[in-house]
């Protein structure tokens, strides 16, 4: 069996460049190259990975199923799906996700009340498969969808409010 650079190999067939053909050259060159990995390999390709236009990295687009506008009717925020969950995106950005189709246009509702508070005037527009799936949730716990918006409005200030107590845990982040 061959050793590449006085290293004996074991477990493997032997080198085809052995050291007595190249005496001259350092321990390192006389590694085996054929079918092996470079050891710089795998950061070569992170490296190249990493500095690829970001266009090649982005997610698969999610469909749409809420909007929230603004005065002039640009779209501000909104209701995704991606993999079966509600996403809702603000900004360009996922802000949080979640599997209630209620809890979702809660989650607009919310959005617009916090903005109402800055003189920010948003209004949203949900799909009618969105509509749907909250209706159904809502008549699958016995209440109308604005009864069950209103019961998760509650029960995110009642949240809150065990959150501000003294001697409250803070958030677990």
């Known amino acids: 069996m061959g050793d590449l ?8 067939a032997a080198c085809p460049v052995e050291a007595d053909h190249f005496p001259a050259a ?16 795998k950061a070569r390709r992170d490296a190249r990975r990493k500095h690829a236009p970001h266009a090649t990295r982005r997610p698969a687009p999610m469909p749409a199923l809420a909007h929230l506008l603004d005065r002039d009717e640009a779209i501000v925020g909104g209701i995704a799906q991606r993999d079966g969950e509600y996403v809702f995106v603000f900004g360009g950005r996922v802000i949080t996700s979640t599997d209630s189709a209620a809890m979702a246009i809660a989650l607009l509702d919310r959005a617009i009340a916090v903005h109402a508070s800055r003189d920010v005037v948003l209004r949203r527009r949900v799909s009618e498969p969105l509509l749907t799936a909250a209706t159904r949730e809502a008549a699958d716990a016995g209440l109308t969808l604005e009864a069950q918006l209103v019961a998760l409005e509650a029960e995110r200030i009642e949240h809150m409010q065990k959150r501000s107590e003294p001697g409250a845990a803070g958030p677990t982040h």
Do not use: D
């Open 26 to 41: 350092p321990a390192r060159a006389q590694r085996c190259t054929g079918a092996s990995m470079s050891i710089n390999s």
């Open 5 to 12: 650079g006085g290293i004996p190999q074991r477990g493997r």
